[in-house]
């Protein structure tokens, strides 16, 4: 006989997707519309979660977007694979993959709105700077205390030189050579790699 003892459930359960969905939306309707347009009545529609739900753990805008942007962060492991070259193709890669994909876009739109909202933009995106710019900095110390690289070597100038070969690359390719880019992704991020090395004056420890 079931128990009837217990009261009836209230509500609907809790979605444990919700957040993880909530801030992909964020950042797929911010590059859309960017800051001005951008709003949570938007964000509850296009990702299906209910407004109480989403102003409860969200009041504003402003806090919406900078979790939005702080869970796109990479896990500092991500770039730690043991070798500099590893660790510079896993950078290649996801900066290609983001400009394939379209999520690159969102660096475009808030390096521009940055200008434009600095009081919202501007210690949001110096927090992700900093962490970004650590991050980087760790791949090149790592590398220069394998012996990979010599000592001085500037952090800034091999990660940008990578990323910002592979943005700018991506940027003048037409659009009915994407698909080529797409296609021949892998040679090209090695290729890049290791034209940057060859720069940066790169030796295998082991030799």
């Known amino acids: 006989m079931p128990d009837t003892t217990a009261g009836p459930s209230r509500g609907r359960p809790a979605d444990p997707e919700i957040e993880a969905r909530v801030l992909a939306t964020t950042l797929e309707l911010y590059r859309e519309v960017g800051w001005a347009r951008l709003?949570?009545?938007?964000?509850?529609?296009?990702?299906?979660?209910?407004?109480?739900?989403?102003?409860?753990?969200?009041?504003?805008?402003?806090q919406l977007i900078t979790a939005a942007l702080a869970a796109r962060i990479p896990p500092p492991d991500v770039f730690d694979t043991g070798t500099l070259r590893g660790d510079l193709l896993a950078v290649a890669h996801l900066t290609l993959q983001q400009a394939l994909d379209g999520s690159g876009l969102i660096d475009i739109r808030l390096s521009l709105e940055e200008k434009i909202y600095p009081e919202m933009f501007g210690e949001t995106l110096a927090q992700i700077?900093?962490?970004?710019?650590?991050?980087?900095?760790?791949?090149?110390?790592?590398?220069?205390?394998?012996?990979?690289?010599?000592a001085g070597t500037s952090?800034?100038?091999?990660?940008?030189?990578?990323?910002?070969?592979?943005?700018?690359?991506?940027?003048?390719?037409?659009?009915?050579?994407?698909?080529?880019?797409?296609?021949?992704?892998?040679?090209?991020?090695?290729r890049v790699v290791d034209f940057v090395l060859t720069a940066a004056g790169h030796r295998n420890p082991a030799a």
């Open 155 to 190: 952090p800034a100038m091999v990660l940008d030189a990578v990323a910002g070969t592979i943005k700018h690359h991506y940027l003048m390719t037409p659009v009915d050579r994407r698909d080529a880019l797409r296609a021949d992704s892998v040679n090209y991020v090695e």
């Open 129 to 150: 700077g900093r962490e970004q710019i650590q991050s980087a900095r760790n791949i090149i110390l790592r590398a220069i205390e394998r012996g990979e690289l010599p």
């Open 39 to 62: 709003n949570l009545d938007l964000v509850a529609r296009r990702a299906s979660v209910g407004k109480a739900a989403l102003y409860r753990r969200w009041p504003t805008k402003e």
